[in-house]
């Protein structure tokens, strides 16, 4: 069913590529767990697209985070890029805030069954050197260290695609393969994790975080492939004038770094999992946005990037407020 | 003064807690629950789980250049009478303790020759990173682990490289094999175990002569130097190579070899600390200039310093040292799959075009 869908995937873009100004797309890495964002305006390089559960790479944030500093002309034409469901939600967010206009865009919506997270396979096959890796129905096939691994699809998907209520684009301009069925269709399985952690008493979540963030190495991956953190050079938690936070790694500084993060994704973070897919120290920073994401829902009723036209409410004012 | 002891693999705690009380110690050690979850080099505890299966996530350069340290501390101090006139009073004390690093790799180790270049052997002498360096040793590992990522013999090294190392670790069936390969570091070894019965010598002996004839990797960075400076100004090939960089810090903090640092002084009122913290090339910050001018605006130079820096830079004010290890960190961490020995590799390839 994949290569179906990657034929199909190849002969739409064939189709498009003329029209457009570049293609983002996923293409196979040195690493057989994970793909690499690929930028296509040869069409000799369509057949290198790939798409399934290996294309973990948010690419909507490509479209604010551009390559090259170039200024757009009035009359550019489109670029097409690949999104899975979440994806597709950053980029309704990114249209929301105008950071792009929807006709600069030809989306390629991919319905997603989710996503492999390489961690969950080491734990299962080890660290040991994966020569290849290909997906048989529900299970994932490993060939590491000589050995065949099978292990089910469903244990080694990414936190946040268990929890996935829209694995199909929102907004799309041509749809590549069947539409795929949600995992969750309720707030108490996408929020399970959430909870599992308010469950616990004041002083366990404080230990858990302050154990969690003190791996943090402030590397900025998170917000550097965080599609909405569109502050880019401007973050205050570089700016030497004015100065925020010092250059310090203690919890302290980590601390105000991340809830910063969190803090400017309120009713924007659209729950794309790439801040925790991406952090090298495996600190589940999404927990953070996930929080926050859930009390914007229980209050206001929000669910970002779900609505083109929609107003994220910590955008707007609304003076009959009821709920806060 | 012992010269090679057996450690059994039940006894390495009970050994290393011993080592200890002799020096400050250093190990590999996971920094998380987790079987596979990162890792790291961390002041030895007594029960810490010491991660000797794989190389670390973090490298060991911490030991020597810290994330963070102080330089000096200051503080203005007012007179009493006349407000306007002030004192600075610095204090710059600094203290290097006899260490050991148990469980490093030949490629972190190999690493540190590019720091020495820079911070020791002149013309400026960086007394901070000078003074840690000659109080540290280091136990290296012959690697058996090496995965696909891995590509130190491209670069100078080798697996059970053991160059710059005061003590070589060799992983038997049923232990560790500690042997001193420097004077200096016998005395550490007095009283924590036995010489190794023959089979076990004549296994270890045969790891390291198997270990050694691998060669990892297959990079080839002859000419790489000269063929970067004809890349230099085309847009195109960077734009192909680098465009999915997230100009993000994970592969310079990774890197065993990645020194660049920054300095900041942090003050409240009269008081403060000047700080050194590692800085990275990938980040606008780096290059931005008091005027606001920044020569390095996209992550398409930046990631090319990155590339020119270790493969063309170094190399040429070295005498051919290169500014790589072959670990692979940067490309198992990258979070969009670079891989720099692609990169690195096509420089040479119709540098015409």
């Known amino acids: 069913m994949l290569e179906t869908d990657r034929i199909q995937l190849h002969k739409l873009v064939e189709e498009a590529l003329p029209e457009l100004d570049m293609m983002i797309g996923w293409t196979e890495s040195c690493d057989p767990l994970q793909t690499t964002p690929v930028f296509i305006r040869d069409a000799k390089l369509i057949s290198k697209l790939t798409l399934g559960p290996f294309c973990s790479q948010n690419l909507a944030g490509y479209l604010v985070k551009p390559p090259a500093l170039e200024s757009v002309p009035k009359d550019a034409k489109p670029i097409g ?93 041509v749809l590549v393969g069947q539409v795929a069925t949600p995992r969750s269709s309720s707030l108490e399985t996408t929020y399970r994790d959430v909870d599992a952690l308010d469950n616990k008493p004041i002083e366990e979540r404080l230990a858990f975080w302050q154990s969690e963030l003190d791996r943090c190495i402030r590397c900025y991956a998170c917000r550097n492939a965080c599609p909405l ?66 009390i914007m829902e229980e209050m206001l009723g929000y669910s970002a990037g779900l609505d083109p036209d929609g107003v994220p409410p910590l955008l707007t004012f609304n003076p009959g407020e009821t709920e806060i | 003064m012992a010269v090679k002891i057996f450690i059994a693999t039940d006894r390495l705690d009970s050994v290393l807690e011993k080592l200890s009380t002799k020096i400050d110690l250093w190990i590999p050690a996971l920094l998380k629950d987790d079987k596979s979850g990162p890792t790291g080099f961390v002041p030895y ?200 960089c997230l100009s993000c810090g994970v592969c310079t903090y990774v890197c065993p070899t990645c020194y660049c640092f920054s300095i900041t002084d942090e003050a409240e009122n009269l008081k403060g600390e000047r700080l050194r913290s590692w800085d990275s090339c990938m980040f606008y910050h780096y290059t931005l200039e008091a005027s606001g001018h920044n020569p390095r605006p996209t992550k398409l130079e930046r990631y090319r310093n990155r590339v020119g820096h270790k493969f063309s830079y170094i190399p040429e004010r070295y005498e ?34």
């Not at chain 1, 973050?235 to 601390?255: D, H, M, N, S, Y």
């Not at chain 2, 000797?52 to 501390?73: C, G, H, I, N, Y």
């Not at chain 2, 303790?97 to 270049?117: E, I, K, S």
Request: glycine content about 8%; aromatic content about 6%; overall charge neutral.
């Open chain 2, 320 to 353: 051919g040292l290169l500014g790589c290890c072959g670990c692979g960190r940067c490309i198992r961490s990258c979070p969009v799959s670079i891989d720099i020995r692609q990169v690195v590799g096509h420089l040479k390839e119709n540098t015409n075009e």
């Open chain 2, 45 to 244: 505890e007594p029960g810490k789980a010491v991660a000797f299966d794989r190389q670390t996530t973090m490298s060991l350069k911490k030991v020597l250049l810290p994330q963070v340290e102080t330089l000096l501390r200051f503080e203005y101090r007012k007179e009493p009478e006349g407000a306007i006139n002030s004192t600075l009073a610095v204090e710059d004390r600094r203290e290097a303790r006899p260490t050991l690093v148990f469980g490093a790799r030949p490629c972190d180790v190999r690493a540190l020759t590019t720091l020495d270049r820079v911070f020791s052997n002149g013309p400026y002498v960086d007394p901070y990173y000078t003074e840690r360096r000659k109080n540290t040793l280091f136990a290296t590992l012959v690697c058996r682990q090496t995965d696909a990522k891995c590509f130190c013999s491209s670069v100078g090294g080798g697996p059970a490289d053991m160059e710059g190392s005061h003590l070589r670790i060799v992983r038997t069936d049923d232990g560790y094999i500690v042997e001193a390969l420097t004077k200096e570091a016998q005395s550490l070894l007095d009283n924590l175990g036995d010489a190794p019965d023959a089979s076990r010598e004549k296994q270890a002996a045969e790891i390291v002569e198997e270990v050694s004839r691998r060669r990892v990797g297959d990079l080839d960075t002859e000419g790489s130097a000269e063929a970067f400076r004809k890349r230099f100004e085309q847009t195109d090939y960077w734009v192909q190579m680098v465009s999915q």
């Open chain 1, 81 to 173: 890029i690949c999104v899975k469901g979440c994806d597709s939600r950053s980029l309704v967010a990114l249209i929301q805030e105008k950071f792009i206009s929807r006709d600069r865009v030809r989306i390629f919506g991919i319905p997603c069954r989710g996503t492999i997270d390489w961690r969950k396979v080491a734990q299962r096959v080890g660290l040991s050197d994966v020569k290849s890796a290909t997906v048989e129905d529900d299970f994932l096939v490993i060939d590491a260290s000589g050995t065949t691994h099978r292990i089910g699809l469903e244990d080694v998907l990414a936190r946040k695609c268990l929890g996935c209520r829209y694995p199909n684009p929102i907004i799309q301009d």
């Open chain 1, 229 to 294: 953190c569109v502050c880019q050079d401007k973050c205050i938690a570089e700016t030497r004038e004015p100065r925020w936070l010092t250059q310090r790694v203690g919890l302290p500084e980590k601390f105000l770094f991340h809830f910063i993060h969190a803090m400017h994704l309120a009713g924007r973070c659209t729950g794309c999992g790439e801040c925790e897919r991406v952090c090298p120290m495996d600190i589940p920073v999404t927990l953070i946005k996930e929080k926050l994401n859930k």
